[in-house]
């Protein structure tokens, strides 16, 4: 089973530059979520998603974009990407937000120079 | 916000030892989990445990809602233990929006 699925897996950027973050999962979960998880610290929800059509801002959602346009995928979009965005992303899915276990992707090691 | 403190930062082992990690939260909450990211980063879930105990081999967990803490206990720790350890409690008003502790590294040594 695949789980959930994160590309790329490393990712070096200049300032300014856009780029999309993919994430996939193939378990038919409702709820989707994207974190940053920077050195020394837990990780913080960027922007989650109830269900395909629906989304809505975390901890720290500026800078950053979703759409969910199908069950199986939540996109994370950086449009101008800047240092401080430097961090490593994680997507989760799980069949709801309350009383389910999370499955995480692997990750993606972002890097903005 | 709703506080997650965990401790201890960090935690040192010898193999076959036990150990109690605490989550403390500042805010009644319905949801608790506990996630373990290995040396790899890979996160996994541990338990859902919003009140009361669970135990999954070596490892169990337990919440005391009223008095807002948690506790993840490891018995007889093995080197694939390390990494480091997480709670994440919802935000208030929010059960989409978890929040996490800074958590606690675990190292295990053979």
């Known amino acids: 089973n695949a789980g959930v699925t994160q590309t790329p897996k490393f990712q070096v950027l200049k300032t300014g530059q856009s780029m999309t973050l993919q994430c996939a999962q193939d378990?038919?979960?409702?709820?989707m979520s994207w974190y940053r998880q920077d050195p020394g610290m837990g990780l913080r929800l960027i922007h989650y998603?109830?269900?395909?059509?629906?989304?809505d801002q975390g901890e720290v959602p500026n800078g950053y974009n979703v759409s969910r346009s199908t069950t199986e995928d939540f996109p994370l979009r950086l449009l101008s990407a800047a240092p401080s965005q430097t961090s490593v992303y994680f997507c989760?899915?799980?069949?709801?937000?309350?009383?389910?276990?999370?499955?995480f992707g692997q990750g993606t090691r972002l890097t903005v120079v | 916000g709703i506080q997650v403190e965990q401790s201890p930062p960090d935690l040192i082992l010898q193999e076959g030892a036990n150990s109690t990690l605490r989550c403390n939260f500042s805010?009644?909450?319905?949801?608790l989990q506990w996630f373990h990211q290995n040396p790899w980063g890979q996160l996994i879930n541990l338990f859902y445990?919003?009140?009361g105990t669970k135990q999954n081999g070596r490892l169990s967990a337990t919440t005391v809602a009223t008095e807002r803490y948690s506790l993840l206990y490891i018995s007889s720790s093995q080197t694939t233990d390390s990494g480091v350890y997480f709670c994440?409690?919802?935000?208030?008003?929010?059960?989409?929006?978890?929040?996490f502790g800074a958590g606690t590294r675990l190292t295990v040594k053979p």
């Open positions: 989760a899915s799980s069949y709801s937000s309350v009383n389910t276990e999370a499955f």
């Open positions: 445990i919003p009140s």
């Open positions: 805010d009644s909450v319905n949801n």
């Open positions: 378990m038919n979960h409702e709820y």
């Open positions: 994440a409690v919802p935000a208030p008003f929010n059960n989409n929006d978890m929040r």
């Open positions: 998603s109830v269900g395909a059509g629906i989304t």
